[in-house]
């Protein structure tokens, strides 16, 4: 199963960027896909923003975070980013990221980000704080 891991989160200004990691050790994530969910606290409802395919590297990403937010492979396999400029404080939350594979990860769409949220291996997550 593979392990990722996150980092790159922080405390930033509203107006400013971040960029965060996803990163895995001893698995190639170029054929996983990819997405980026977030939680403003425990027990509230995370949010899927934003997945990449396992097959073409298309890209979907939810209707908060477009236009701001860019998900990308790095060219090792061995990560992938979240830029996100034009932060907001509503982006306060902690960012995770998940992997699957399988057929049902070759198209990026909002269905490819419920299948990895229900099926997909986990990290522990990044904290993003953006002060107003």
């Known amino acids: 199963q593979v392990q990722l891991v996150e980092s790159g989160g922080g405390v930033v200004q509203s107006g400013g960027s971040l960029r965060l990691s996803c990163a895995a050790s001893?698995?190639?994530?170029?054929?996983?896909?990819i997405g980026w969910f977030r939680q403003t606290a425990p027990g509230k409802e995370r949010e899927g923003i934003a997945c990449i395919s396992s097959f073409d590297d298309s890209t979907y990403y939810a209707a908060s975070v477009k236009g701001r937010f860019i998900i990308s492979r790095g060219g090792s396999g061995h990560a992938v980013y979240l830029q996100m400029i034009h932060l907001k404080p509503e982006d306060t939350a902690l960012y995770s990221c998940?992997?699957?594979?399988?057929?049902?990860?070759?198209?990026?769409?909002?269905?490819?980000?419920?299948?990895?949220?229900?099926?997909?291996?986990w990290g522990r997550g990044t904290q993003v704080t953006v002060s107003s």
């Open positions: 998940a992997a699957a594979r399988g057929p049902q990860t070759s198209v990026a769409t909002s269905a490819l980000l419920y299948y990895l949220s229900d099926h997909g291996s």
């Open positions: 001893g698995f190639n994530l170029d054929n996983y896909a």
